[in-house]
């Protein structure tokens, strides 16, 4: 008796919800429709040069803490994965004698199609007295916003509507542009603030740009940028002594 009433009542409720138990945003079913896939794990597929539906920001990544690159690295990836080409660009990238003459992201962008970089910085860091010569970081890091003008110059060029070619070079147009270590040479008046401004105003619709470094706020791009992301330091290995490590930092 008390099992055929209990029965009763959830149809009752049921139907005061006025829809099937499948299709209540409760149920299992309904469950598995609003997660991603439908449910479905994902898996991987070929890699296929398609067109991105929604690139176009700019996005800049700064703070004291580690990750910066990495987050910018993973994005990196992860856009070549859909098809999308990709360019990495970065200005300063020199390092301290603790860290080899071979970078671990270098090797997995030459495995890979559709993803390119280009390093164009030396040993060691701009006024940090460690033997580097200052002048010559200032000409590479000019060097490097010249170059960084022609890529978003070609990216206007290029037909962003169709598919790029994965093995052309950064010339015949990119989809994601990272410029790594950007926001450093603007904190050390290596790059002006008014020319990055005027390079985000000058780039095409469906570019997205990013510009990671930096330990001070960029606020001069709070209004031009579309995401401003602070990684912040709470505690970090190199304070206790520990050097930069193969596979983490480099």
Avoid: C
Wanted: no cysteine; proline share 5%.
């Amino acid at each position: 008796m008390s099992d055929d009433s209990s029965e009763s009542g959830d149809r009752s409720n049921d139907e005061a919800d006025g829809a099937p138990a499948a299709d209540r945003p409760d149920s299992p079913a309904e469950t598995r429709r609003n997660t991603p896939g439908g449910g479905v794990a994902p898996g991987a597929n070929a890699i296929v040069s398609s067109v991105p539906e929604e690139f176009g920001l700019v996005q800049a990544w700064w703070g004291d803490g580690k990750g910066k690159t990495t987050a910018a690295l993973g994005m990196a990836f992860r856009a070549t994965g859909h098809g999308y080409r990709v360019h990495l660009l970065q200005f300063l990238k020199g390092g301290a004698d603790s860290v080899e003459d071979v970078r671990g992201e270098y090797n997995a962008i030459e495995a890979l199609s559709g993803i390119s970089y280009e390093n164009t910085g030396h040993y060691g860091w701009n006024r940090l007295m460690d033997g580097s010569d200052d002048d010559e970081h200032a000409a590479k890091a000019t060097a490097a916003f010249e170059r960084t003008r022609e890529l978003v110059a070609a990216a206007g060029e290029a037909d962003l509507s169709k598919p790029l070619p994965p093995e052309g070079g950064p010339e015949d147009g990119v989809n994601m542009l990272v410029l790594d270590e950007i926001l450093y040479a603007v904190e050390m008046d290596l790059v002006d603030e008014a020319d990055v401004l005027d390079l985000l105003e000058s780039k095409p619709a469906d570019l997205e740009l990013v510009l990671t470094g930096g330990h001070e706020e960029p606020t001069f791009l709070l209004d031009a940028a579309d995401l401003v992301t602070e990684v912040r330091k709470v505690k970090h290995p190199f304070d206790e002594g520990t050097r930069a490590r193969k596979g983490t930092e480099y």
